[in-house]
């Protein structure tokens, strides 16, 4: 006959099995990507130490001071900024379903959100590279 | 009929329950929140300039300024003097580079979990985000010791 009664529940010890293997992350590609996305934090932390570096030679006086141009630095910056606007488009694409904002009884959609989001960094990025051209020039 | 019966205290009513509230945890999901905004909106835009435009000699930006032959070191180090002076740019520096880095260590964080290095938790909390605080006085104390 077959038992249709409810599973003998297990041990307390044998309860839960963490099985996941290291290697989780190389199963399937959106693991990979999800991977690839937590790990672009480590050249946009790498890129803001070595602007923390530059501006720390500015304490030693002019004489001190060499700006940062090798093409080693311009490689590594490049890489910086791939993965910078990587942590941008995935960052803003899921802020809109993460920001809940009340509109009445409902919320904004989602994707106005996002859009508004998208919107701000341009007006950002416009403001901000017009600010390090005019500050550029102050002596 | 069955005789089982949940137990008395899965029948209260959820305002009886005492959940206690993870403060700690929502202060560095806040910090991780806002870094990571900080970093999405404003990041890209200083590589770009400081970190890619001005290095090739395309533009001019404090701390890299073109002169007759490629970069004018001395130039460049007055107007990065010059726009440091300045207050505001202190706090907006500040900002700029201290709250990312807490997002950093949030991600760096949960990779670490999710790696499953062996480490405890909370010593992997501590390192990373003990390593941002660090990080944050650093950037003061370099604020600071601009002229």
């Given at each position: 006959?077959i038992d ?5 529940p297990r041990p ?6 963490p099985?996941?293997?290291r290697t989780?992350w ?9 991977g690839?996305?937590?790990l672009t934090a480590?050249p946009v932390?790498?890129?803001l130490l070595s602007?923390?570096y530059e501006?720390w ?5 002019p ?12 490689a590594?910056?490049?890489i910086c900024?791939?993965a910078?606007?990587?942590h941008?488009?995935t ?5 809109g379903?993460i ?6 009884e409902k ?9 508004a ?8 990025t416009?403001v901000?590279a ?6 550029g020039?102050w002596? | ?6 137990p ?6 959820a305002?009886e329950?005492?959940y206690?509230?993870?403060r700690?945890h929502?202060?560095w999901?806040?910090?991780f929140?806002?870094?990571?905004m900080t970093?999405?909106?404003l990041?890209?835009v200083?590589?770009?300039?400081q ?6 000699g395309?533009v001019?930006?404090?701390g890299k ?6 970069l004018d ?13 300045n ?5 907006y520096v500040?900002?700029?580079i ?8 949030h991600?760096l964080?949960y990779?670490?979990i ?5 480490l405890h938790?909370?010593?992997?909390a501590l390192?990373?985000?003990?390593g941002?605080?660090l990080?944050?006085l650093?950037?003061?104390?370099v ?5």
């Amino acid at each position: 006959m077959i038992d249709v009664s409810e599973p003998r529940p297990r041990p307390f010890f044998l309860a839960y099995r963490p099985t996941l293997p290291r290697t989780w992350w190389m199963r399937n590609r959106r693991y990979a990507f999800f991977g690839l996305r937590e790990l672009t934090a480590i050249p946009v932390g790498a890129w803001l130490l070595s602007l923390l570096y530059e501006l720390w030679r500015v304490s030693d006086g002019p004489s001190g001071y060499t700006p940062s141009a090798s093409p080693l630095y311009i490689a590594f910056s490049i890489i910086c900024f791939a993965a910078a606007v990587l942590h941008s488009i995935t960052w803003l694409n899921l802020s809109g379903v993460i920001l809940r904002i009340k509109m009445g009884e409902k919320d904004v959609p989602p994707r106005t959100v996002t859009l508004a989001n998208y919107a701000q960094w341009v007006v950002v990025t416009v403001v901000v590279a017009a600010l390090l051209i005019w500050l550029g020039t102050w002596r | 009929m069955s005789n089982f019966s949940l137990p008395e205290t899965s029948r209260l009513p959820a305002t009886e329950h005492h959940y206690k509230p993870a403060r700690l945890h929502g202060l560095w999901w806040g910090l991780f929140a806002v870094g990571g905004m900080t970093a999405a909106l404003l990041v890209p835009v200083h590589i770009l300039f400081q970190g890619i435009l001005a290095p090739l000699g395309l533009v001019s930006v404090p701390g890299k300024v073109l002169g007759p032959n490629g970069l004018d070191p001395a130039a460049s180090y007055h107007s990065i003097a010059a726009a440091l002076a300045n207050p505001l740019v202190k706090l907006y520096v500040l900002a700029l580079i201290a709250l990312p880095l807490y997002h950093v260590a949030h991600r760096l964080l949960y990779v670490a979990i999710d790696l499953r290095l062996g480490l405890h938790r909370s010593l992997l909390a501590l390192l990373f985000y003990g390593g941002a605080v660090l990080g944050t006085l650093l950037t003061i104390a370099v604020l600071l010791s601009v002229p």
